[in-house]
């Protein structure tokens, strides 16, 4: 396995958020299943990445492809029960680090319960 | 760009459904945004495909990966004036015919759009 998709698991299963953070360019933008609009910068990016990551049960990656700089993992989750599938998109800038990185969940339920339990927790925080 | 691709791009870019037909299994599966449980068989997931080609405006591929059998296609298009981003995940069988075609959609908004005008169109058929 490549050594971005090394790190990127690592940050993952082990919620190495240190391994998240060096992963990230400072100008990412992330594109989150609910808005259209993206949330800009590292800091909104990690606290985004790093709570979902929180919420997801049974995360596990299935699909992985890449081409050039740009991955596309496919994984399934169970968010309060419900069986959510969904894709990471993500694009590496020159310097190796992630400076695009896009969700797409599907069903629309499983859509819901997490967007109902990121509110709950990203809210608490503010 | 390899047979599958060309193929799969007249079926839907020329709307041409003996194209499309040709490229589905019969036993395929059809895993809808909406809900968790696929779609089966050949005339209900191009019914289904059928349908939204239609109602997708301005649609356009972008990144287009493949592995093996495995092919995984970005796009946007607008849905009633809404932007959309989406993915399909395709599966073709050893007969190089499509049996799984999964489909995600952001955001939530473009995601509930574009499940109101299918439920119109698809309840008409009834």
Same mark, same amino acid.
């Given at each position: ?10 940050? +993952? &299963? =082990? ?5 998240? !953070?060096?992963?990230? %360019?400072?100008? +990412?933008? &992330? ?14 990016? @990690? *606290? /985004?990445? !790093?709570? +979902?990551?929180? /919420? &997801? =049960?049974?995360? *596990? ?12 993992? =496919?994984?399934? @989750?169970?968010? #309060?029960?419900?069986? +959510? #599938?969904? /894709?990471?998109?993500?694009?590496? !800038? ?13 069903? %629309? !339920?499983? $859509? %819901? %319960?997490?967007? =109902?339990?990121?509110? #709950?927790? $990203?809210? @608490?925080?503010?």
């Amino acid at each position: 396995m490549n050594t971005f998709l090394t790190q990127w698991h690592r940050a +993952v &299963f =082990e919620r190495d958020r240190q391994v998240l !953070n060096d992963l990230l %360019a400072d100008d +990412v933008s &992330f594109y989150s299943p609910f808005g259209w609009k993206p949330k800009e910068g590292k800091l909104m990016t @990690a *606290t /985004v990445l !790093n709570t +979902v990551i929180q /919420v &997801f =049960e049974d995360f *596990t990656y299935h699909r992985q492809l890449q081409q050039d700089s740009d991955y596309i993992l =496919e994984f399934s @989750a169970k968010v #309060k029960g419900l069986h +959510v #599938k969904g /894709v990471d998109l993500i694009h590496l !800038n020159e310097a190796g680090k992630i400076d695009q990185f896009e969700v797409m969940i599907r069903p %629309a !339920n499983g $859509l %819901a %319960a997490l967007g =109902e339990e990121m509110g #709950k927790r $990203l809210g @608490a925080m503010g």
